[in-house]
């Protein structure tokens, strides 16, 4: 998927995130999982995104390139994995929380980069086949009606107006 998709809004590109493809390469073994969960976090004003409190050594990839990944350790066990969204000196990311496959059901952001063997090294790099993480559109079209909007998870920090926003997409199944 090109720049230009992430250089939006990030509720829409978190929202039209679900049915997007997540591929990994590895030891030249394609794997690719259907995106079905996904968490927005947009600019210094909100207090549960990183950049809340501004652009630190940490946060710096939030600021930058739209469609790059920002790969950090929570909670020193987990890494997480977002991409950059917006305009580059804008600080948002869209944390993908959540993907399917045949068989495989991956919900918690922790779980699908152990299983996609994420990690830092992919920090700040492009989403793209010669990074050996990238996203696809295969052409899924989800309904409105299929995406479910919640509040974000694990974000109490942030206050009850912050942590109760709906910024959060799950692809419902029924």
Request: charged share 30%; aromatic share 12%; with cysteine.
């Amino acid at each position: 998927m090109k720049e230009d998709f992430f250089k939006r809004d990030t509720k829409i590109v978190a929202k039209e995130m679900i049915g997007k493809f997540l591929v990994r390469k590895i030891k030249g073994k394609r794997i690719s999982v259907m995106i079905t969960e996904t968490e927005a976090y947009d600019g210094h004003h909100d207090k549960a995104s990183h950049a809340y409190k501004g652009r630190t050594k940490r946060t710096r990839v939030m600021f930058g390139n739209p469609g790059n990944f920002y790969v950090y350790l929570c909670y020193g066990m987990y890494y997480m994995l977002n991409v950059v969204a917006r305009e580059h000196g804008y600080p948002a990311a869209v944390l993908i929380r959540g993907v399917k496959s045949d068989g495989l059901n991956l919900s918690g952001p922790g779980k699908l980069t152990k299983f996609l063997k994420i990690n830092r090294r992919f920090n700040n790099k492009k989403s793209a086949v010669s990074t050996g993480l990238w996203f696809e559109d295969r052409g899924v079209k989800i309904s409105k009606n299929k995406i479910k909007k919640t509040s974000r998870v694990g974000v109490n920090y942030a206050g009850p107006v912050w942590s109760a926003k709906k910024l959060r997409f799950v692809f419902r199944v029924q």
